[in-house]
């Protein structure tokens, strides 16, 4: 039988990941897998512990494996993929959002150039220079991350 109080915080986490934002099954299927004794679960396994269509997981992990939150693995002689939480998955996460930004840029740069945004320039030249200095401080932020991690 579960843990009554790993559970209330599985459910917990994936609720509050959800209100900020992250869809709510890859929410809580990390939420389990990184409370979850174990160090990886298969895909029977995490829809089962979330009562939950295989189908839901499918997308869950699809959607956790491309912003690199969780690994996709295969123990030797098993026939079932894996899942377990990454390593650094944090510096992974902030990493692919910052890296997202390139294709926000290039086209705010464009728009900038060529559209007269009359009044509204000033927000969108804002948004767009947030953008950039969030983008180039992420390597630095990581950095000091790195170097209280190693204490």
Known sequence: MPDAKRVEFVENLGGSLAQMGFPRMPARVFALLLAAPEDSLTAKELAERLGVSAAAISGAVRYLTQFRMITRTRVAGERLDRFGVGV??????????????????????????????GGAKDRVEETRDFLAFYQAEVPHLLERWRTTRRG
């Open 88 to 117: 650094n998955i944090w510096e992974h996460a902030i990493q692919a959002e910052a890296a997202s930004f390139d294709a926000l840029l290039t086209m705010f740069d464009r728009a900038l150039a060529e559209v007269d945004f």
